[in-house]
């Protein structure tokens, strides 16, 4: 009996309503549990796990918001399963070629006239990548670890070698603990990437990675994150997601299959550089990802997690980093520096500042590599920029913040027209008190309103943070904010006194 995608949505309501991680999972394990008695065979139990993070199973689907923007009218009873979801969205994939239009709309209006106007929404959403319910991946593997009466660590680790939970829930959902410890890392099955906590300022990472002694502090560079996995003459690269980027990065492929040896996995950015050495904008490297041809991209490693039949996960950082070393020539590694010395470690970090990177990566010299997690083993250090920008226009939220106006439209001054140039959108850094001031705040402002967008009197000042600028098209300055967050709201000074245009571009230069 397979799960009714109704009851999909209403676990996804019930997860979205609450800010305990406990009552996610448990809402999580309750329905695959329920699944799971029902009979339901391995391919649905798959599918609902990946329902209920948010996700398709499929990669691309060829649909976007114009294609599930006219729908027909919803269905009055609930009779999808998500069997039939994913069998519809496997057809929709395979969609191609002449007359691929039509065949695609008649599709989408097949599948979402016999979904409920709830069911529509949640579609919709997922769809476009805008299933709001704080069900990360950590609540996922918890709920199955429950389900499939397994430990944790091992849905964990199956998941970080598998590069994907599903394949782990899977595992776990078959053949219990065993399937999960069968799961190992494989040359050309990528894996989950490591990731770093952060902190204020090198003596802070290095405090926070390790208490008392050396550290080892990579350059963190503005690139594309890349997995290489060589397995004979055979290579692979894929990127943070793990999208296949191969055949877009010929010179990353002819860098790897010229390193001495057999078998190897690496971990590392792909960065284009100028003519002067200097690492280009990251939107000029994204760009040049997303295409095959351009300027060349240029590797460099950090991380070795596979060598000559030997997995080096379980290695300390220390030791993966003398194999790195011996295996990968100085031009294609990341600088570093081991030291314990504060004063040391800051005039290094200057240095990689001035180099044009982006900053520094502080890591514990015993750690192992743990793929797909975030602790205290890495930690980066950037540099933070600070904007005082003025409120635009704010869009109605949803999810856990239905009601309430969430997402800021952000704008700076322009002193040339006397009016405001648009640089981006962010709800990113807002506390829930926060939430509730600027919704009566930004409805004593209201100008207009177009859909869920409520234009505003230009008047609130509002202190953002962010990573730097990237060009765009998009907007009318020609440049977009990166990871911009809300520090603080700004009543001390008035629209009059935000930054310029001009203010925003120098930080570029």
Do not use: C
Not at 43 to 49: K, P, R, S
Not at 242 to 249: F, G, S
Not at 278 to 302: D, H, I, K, L
Not at 398 to 422: K, T
Request: charged share 25%.
């Amino acid at each position: 009996m397979s799960v009714l995608l109704a009851d999909v949505v209403a676990t996804s309501e019930a997860v979205a309503s609450t800010r305990s991680r406990k009552a996610k999972t448990e809402a999580l394990a309750a329905l695959l549990r329920r699944a799971r008695a029902e009979g339901s065979n391995p391919d649905d139990l798959a599918t609902t796990v990946a329902y209920l993070s948010g996700t398709l199973r499929q990669r691309r689907t060829g649909l976007g918001w114009r294609g599930v923007s006219d729908l027909p009218p919803a269905a009055p009873e609930a009779t999808l399963t998500v069997g039939e979801v994913h069998a519809a969205f496997e057809a929709l994939s395979a969609i191609h070629g002449t007359g691929s239009q039509a065949a695609r709309k008649a599709a989408v209006d097949d599948l979402f006239g016999r979904a409920t106007a709830n069911e529509q929404a949640w579609l919709r959403a997922v769809v476009t990548g805008n299933v709001r319910q704080g069900a990360l991946d950590s609540s996922i593997q918890e709920a199955v670890a429950q389900v499939a009466d397994v430990p944790l660590v091992a849905v964990r680790r199956a998941a970080m070698l598998s590069g994907s939970t599903l394949a782990a829930a899977a595992a776990a959902f078959t053949d219990g603990e065993a399937g999960l410890d069968a799961v190992t890392l494989e040359v050309g099955r990528p894996v989950q990437p490591m990731l770093a906590s952060s902190a204020p300022d090198v003596v802070a990472a290095m405090a926070k990675a390790v208490v008392g002694g050396a550290v080892v502090i990579d350059a963190k560079l503005d690139g594309i994150r890349i997995q290489v996995h060589r397995r004979g003459g055979d290579v692979l690269v894929v990127t943070r997601s793990l999208d296949d980027i191969t055949a877009r990065l010929p010179e990353v492929v002819e860098v790897v299959r010229a390193l001495p040896g057999g078998d190897v996995v690496l971990d590392g950015e792909a960065l284009l550089i100028g003519p002067q050495g200097r690492p280009r904008p990251f939107q000029e490297t994204a760009s040049r990802t997303a295409q095959q041809t351009g300027a060349a991209v240029v590797p460099f490693f950090f991380d070795l997690l596979h060598h000559e039949q030997r997995d080096l996960l379980d290695a300390p950082t220390a030791e993966r980093l003398r194999a790195l070393d011996a295996l990968v020539p100085p031009e294609h590694r990341v600088d570093r520096l081991l030291t314990d010395d504060a004063g040391e470690a800051g005039r290094f970090v200057e240095t990689i500042l001035g180099q044009g990177h982006e900053g520094v990566i502080v890591k514990d010299p015993g750690a192992g590599y743990a793929a797909g997690r975030r602790g205290s083993a890495w930690v980066k250090v950037k540099p933070v920029h600070t904007l005082d920008l003025v409120v635009l226009a704010v869009e109605w939220g949803s999810g856990r913040r239905q009601g309430l106006l969430s997402n800021i439209h952000l704008g700076a001054r322009d002193p040339e027209s006397g009016g405001f140039v648009m640089l981006g959108k962010t709800f990113k850094g807002m506390t829930d008190e926060m939430l509730a001031w600027q919704t009566e705040r930004f409805l004593a402002l209201e100008t207009s309103r177009a859909g869920h967008v409520v234009h505003l009197r230009p008047e609130q000042v509002v202190e953002i943070a962010i990573d730097g600028l990237q060009r765009s098209t998009r907007y009318p300055g020609g440049v977009a904010l990166r990871f911009a967050r809300v520090v603080r709201y700004r009543d001390d000074k008035t629209a009059s006194q935000a930054d310029t245009l001009q203010d925003v571009l120098a930080l570029s230069t």
